[in-house]
């Protein structure tokens, strides 16, 4: 737990072992049919993408999930 401006946060880790896992984490999360349309943004605050992995690189990943979001408005 941390706190900033006596506001506590829980955070929580989620972990992908290549780039295709992680996109596919991060799509399966964002098409849940109980997520409002902005649910990803409060789920994923932040991604840290190792950009050296197998079966997809993280600059793919990162490009294939700007495009699931940038047409799923």
């Not at 098409?31 to 190792?50: A, G, H, N, V």
Request: net charge negative.
């Amino acid at each position: 737990m941390s706190q900033i401006s006596n506001h506590p946060e829980v955070f929580q880790t989620d972990e992908a072992y290549n780039g295709l896992q992680a996109f596919n984490k991060f799509s399966k999360m964002f098409f849940k049919p109980e997520c409002s349309p902005q649910c990803y943004k409060l789920y994923y605050k932040l991604i840290i993408m190792d950009l050296q992995m197998p079966e997809m690189d993280g600059f793919e990943s990162t490009q294939k999930i700007l495009k699931l979001i940038e047409e799923n408005p």
